[in-house]
């Protein structure tokens, strides 16, 4: 039983969780497409079983893959691991795959925003994108869930949520003319709180230094827990994040959040610079949309972790702050799983762990 | 966890109960081939909705649909249909699709046979067909439930079972050189009690007249209980049919079944004889492998119905018949419900209500 529901979540009385709540499940999608993954994704691909095995130790994983790929992905993932079988058009379930949200009554429905592969026909990565924007729906059907359908462009990863009234975004993705140009920044607020049960907005101005997706929110920062906030710090007056960390500092100082707190921020060290090799960018087909070329700068994040039920899964992105953020990992969450999972090829594509997953809730 | 088993489910404690024991759920492949199917498949398509609607009234229903026909299949099925992205060559699911054994303990396995659509490059129907070889596989992923691989070529429609011990199958189909002729009969036997957890197979010599499948057993009688067997009958001596309803007659006579029971035969009317229309025929893609000329013989049964928690769903195929066979339905199964689905577009495609579904056993 998969309704489509014509009405909204917070009149439902549904809200998203934090994701620190309690998981269900968490989906992923098998990476394949050669003009973004190198050597024909098979290096991703290594990756992505490595985060589904390190998520499977305390949450069960659905990947979800190409007719084409099927036998590969069972192959190549431990038996624990659920295969099933979707198209998409890349591997990003974050951004495709549905918001839950929930009740009091122990009841869920996803949210299935509108997708355009992170800017449509303005500024998108590529062409089509039809497949990915289905996936929120099926994931909902294959759960047995009802669903909404938001009249709102967005991807999963330009939001962040406490799951107690408070949304974190950048003004950068959500305001930019490529997905919503004919709403205002007032109606985007409301369909925001409208669709997760919500009750403030928290604008922080602009994402990571060059992150091509108009600067999603969950490479910037992560919700720790309600009202505390890990934010990527850099100290190198020369980069040019240096200014978009403090801009961001002082946008999360100068607000609280929808209960009134003042917002405790967490200053995380940023990997690098890293730059993408030669070599990496010649395994990668030419195509239009993603620049993938020697030299790029790459949007590498610490603060684009997963936190499933109790487990922080991480990208291992630079041997020289590594160790440094699984320390403060440890102290930040001194109850939890620390999981370091060797990152870079997710980074080649253009994101991280969070950015390849999507949590379901347990209800 | 959906692990490849490779033991036996007789060495296991398990058995294939038969279909009149309780379903959690049925499943069925959404039809789309244009050179099987007239008319870009849309009149199949609406047929096959009328069927997943007619089971739903006591058993759900998971429908199985390619990317393409995502959307189309969603719209026209009701919302509490499952409808699941799959990729297929065809819509048998009876055929294709996992023939599930359950134990005493509440647990339940698929087996996956090998498929080669109804013959291979011997006879069969189509090439290729890999995408349904994988079906049953991926029907036991999405249900959580292991699997074994068996090492024998067989569609689940040239079986039935009574759940007690006895298989029934056509020497016609499972002898065929198309399936397994590496393996001699007492083989194909051995393998068959071995993977359906029973004691003794029941040959007939054929199955129906011009069925294309090689004479499944399905297409020509029912289970309609252990020990008490439907048989399409004909009592016009120019038909081929009437001999060979008698010589199945004779074998299931000649026999008792595994519980050492004598066999009780009813005998159900054979709808038409009935024939592709010109009209039909002009509407469906030319291909190699099937007939589908105007004129041709069509493999029309009652048989081909399925049983779903009490619940008898059947081809309406001939207005001389139908009524007939409605009202011994009654008789036979005095305390079930009783459906006619309008069903000729799926007898066009080769089979009918039982050839195109698949149940998974409650546990």
């Keep these: 039983m998969s309704e489509r529901l014509q009405s909204k979540p917070s009149n439902d009385g549904y809200r998203m969780p934090g994701e620190h709540e309690p998981h269900e499940r968490v989906f992923m999608v098998w990476p394949e497409r050669c003009d973004n993954w190198r050597l024909g994704a098979k290096p991703a691909q290594r990756t992505f079983v490595e985060v589904a095995k390190a998520i499977s130790k305390r949450t069960p994983v659905t990947m979800v893959v190409s007719a084409?790929?099927?036998?590969?992905?069972?192959?190549?993932?431990?038996?624990?691991?659920?295969?099933?079988?979707?198209?998409?058009?890349?591997?990003?379930m974050r951004d495709?795959?549905?918001?839950?949200?929930?009740?009091?009554?122990?009841?869920?429905?996803?949210?299935?925003?509108?997708?355009?592969?992170?800017?449509g026909l303005v500024?998108?990565?590529?062409?089509?994108?039809?497949?990915?924007?289905?996936?929120?729906?099926?994931?909902?059907e294959i759960l047995g869930d009802d669903s909404y359908r938001a009249p709102l462009?967005?991807?999963g990863g330009s939001i962040h949520i406490d799951g107690e009234g408070t949304v974190y975004t950048t003004a950068e993705c959500l305001l930019h003319p490529s997905r919503n140009p004919d709403l205002t920044k007032d109606e985007i607020e409301k369909l925001l709180c409208d669709y997760l049960g919500a009750e403030k907005v928290i604008w922080i101005p602009n994402g990571l230094f060059n992150d091509e997706t108009n600067g999603h929110v969950d490479n910037l920062?992560?919700?720790?827990?309600?009202?505390?906030?890990?934010?990527?710090?850099?100290d190198d007056e020369t980069d040019p994040q240096y200014t978009l960390s403090r801009e961001?500092?002082?946008?999360?100082?100068?607000?609280?959040?929808?209960?009134?707190?003042?917002?405790?921020?967490?200053?995380?060290?940023?990997?690098g610079p890293l730059y993408m090799t030669a070599e990496e960018a010649s395994g990668i087909d030419a195509a239009d949309g993603m620049e993938r070329e020697a030299g790029e700068r790459l949007a590498a994040?610490?603060?684009?972790?997963?936190?499933?039920?109790k487990h922080i899964i991480f990208p291992l992105l630079d041997p020289k702050t590594d160790g440094d953020m699984e320390a403060m990992f440890k102290r930040?969450?001194?109850?939890?799983?620390?999981?370091?999972?060797?990152?870079?090829?997710?980074l080649l594509g253009g994101g991280n762990i969070h950015c390849i997953t999507q949590q379901i809730p347990a209800v």
């Excluded at 839950?100 to 800017?119: C, E, M, S």
């Excluded at 500024?123 to 909902?140: H, N, R, S, T």
């Excluded at 992560?222 to 009202?227: F, I, L, S």
């Excluded at 930040?332 to 997710?346: K, Q, S």
Aim: aromatic share 10%.
């Design 68 to 92: 084409s790929q099927f036998d590969n992905a069972r192959t190549q993932l431990p038996s624990d691991i659920q295969v099933i079988e979707m198209s998409s058009n890349d591997s990003w």
């Design 96 to 119: 495709t795959g549905p918001s839950y949200v929930v009740d009091d009554n122990g009841n869920r429905r996803g949210v299935d925003w509108g997708f355009n592969a992170w800017g």
């Design 123 to 140: 500024d998108g990565l590529y062409f089509p994108w039809d497949k990915d924007d289905q996936i929120a729906q099926k994931v909902c």
């Design 153 to 155: 462009i967005l991807e």
């Design 221 to 234: 920062i992560h919700v720790v827990r309600p009202a505390t906030i890990a934010l990527t710090w850099c």
């Design 248 to 271: 961001s500092l002082a946008a999360l100082e100068a607000q609280t959040d929808a209960k009134g707190r003042s917002i405790e921020v967490i200053k995380i060290p940023m990997p």
């Design 301 to 309: 994040s610490y603060a684009n972790y997963l936190i499933s039920n």
């Design 332 to 346: 930040m969450y001194p109850d939890h799983l620390i999981t370091g999972v060797e990152a870079r090829e997710i």
